[in-house]
């Protein structure tokens, strides 16, 4: 390899301070070397610090990239980079960019340690079985001594509905009969009536219960901490479009506020590099409080796990839950909606193009008490607006180099799409059924995410959050081994 590069003047680079200047690049993700040379340009403190006399102009950077540097000489640069960052932000320490937190695999090349295919999948057929094993026993109807349908029948039943896509009980109750191994299975009106008999209580119970057994199992890895991240979200269902007399505590607004109608439902996850379980779930009512929601998730999240950190949307960035929070012993990261005094300091940054301002600040909790946070302005990349509106506000009460971690909030939004896919088909009102539905995709979800990290860690030895197994076989395989297929 060439010692040092000679540009198209008399200046040469040392293949020590190209390496550094390629990692300069891969820290803020620049994809072409035009950017790096502007900010070369624009900080020559950074320049004296990598000895350079001059600036290298754009096309020697791309021939030292693509014509000096080997594929292997590239790769060491981008691994050096996302360890930074990794490093750099979880000992609190602002980075440009969010770092990949899994390792990089260039096309469909697999190392020697990467398990096939087929592999992965014996591996997880052998998981999931004891899985299943795990969660399904917390669940119980209470029928009574000598029913001739075993009790697992109805959650083999209710885990077929959510495999399947629009089937309903009915419907999915004939197919189930010729598709389980089992002699006898429910009728669509008897399993639909059982989940009829449940209260909300009862259902938000046998899921911890189910949920805490998997943490028990994925604690037996060294990968797995009781700790970690959480974030408190809420979803809704599809819109309701039928009438909804006498359900309208139930069937309430939309989050965006529009005149639709529908059901919503609150989750506290895991998030961050955390196996992404959804440690509890609960409906929301018209009436409930956010602050309520919240204190009621975070109770189930703290007898679960130790709870470090807490990331949730603005719809939560009222004073008194940020209290609640501090008062607990917890940090949140909570973006703030701008008010009247947030859109004039926005624009007082702006007009000194500034693209970051830190300010304490004291939020009045009523009679003579206050909150203290920090407001933390950012300038967003790329936005597309010219005004004010490129700035966001988070609040927090730990360092400014917690709000690298907002990032991880959008696991639990990700993890809503999934379950929502899982969920089965009803057109009843009844509320328990409803949250049943909701609640059991949310199991299901859980258990993937279980089985993916207990196999990684099996064939790998680690485990990285981007799953290996997909949600698809492992459903299929809960399937197989609740007795149907």
Known sequence: MYASLQSTGSTSYEM???FRLFLLKELHGWDYETALVEYLTQHPDLCDQLCLESVPNQSTLWRSWHKRFTTDLQDTVKTAARTILIKAQNAGVSVPREPDRQSRRHGDERSKSDPDDQTVLEQTETVTERVSDVAFPAFSLDRGEGCEIHENAYWDLQTYLELRENLAVN?????????SNRERTPLGHAHREHIRGLTIEQIREMY?????????????????????????????????????AGHEDEIIGTKEKTDEYAY????????????PIVLDARPVRKGDTRKEIVEDLLDSAEAAVHVDNVLMDREFDSQHILEM?????????VPKRMQTSEKAQAKRLLKRNKDRYETDRKLHLGDNEWHSTTFIYRRKENSEHTD????????????SGLLTEYGY????????????RFMGATTSKNFSLRFFYFA????????WRTVDLLVQVQLTGEYEHSPIVTADNTLTLVKKETGIG
Request: one cysteine or more.
């Open 440 to 447: 059991f995709a949310c199991l299901l979800y859980s258990i």
């Open 325 to 333: 929070l501090s008062q607990r012993g917890l940090s949140y990261v």
């Open 208 to 244: 911890r219960q189910a949920v805490s057994r998997l943490l028990d199992r994925v604690a037996e890895t060294e990968e797995f901490f009781r700790a970690g991240i959480v974030a408190i979200d809420i979803t809704e269902s599809d819109p309701f479009t039928g009438d909804r």
């Open 409 to 420: 909030r959008w696991e639990i939004e990700s993890g809503y799409k999934s379950i929502k």
């Open 16 to 18: 020590e301070t190209l």
């Open 171 to 179: 419907g999915g109750a004939r197919s189930f009969i010729h598709e």
């Open 388 to 399: 004010h509106r490129q700035y966001s506000v988070f609040m927090t009460n730990r360092n």
């Open 264 to 275: 919503q439902w609150a989750t506290v996850q895991l998030v961050g590099n955390a196996v």
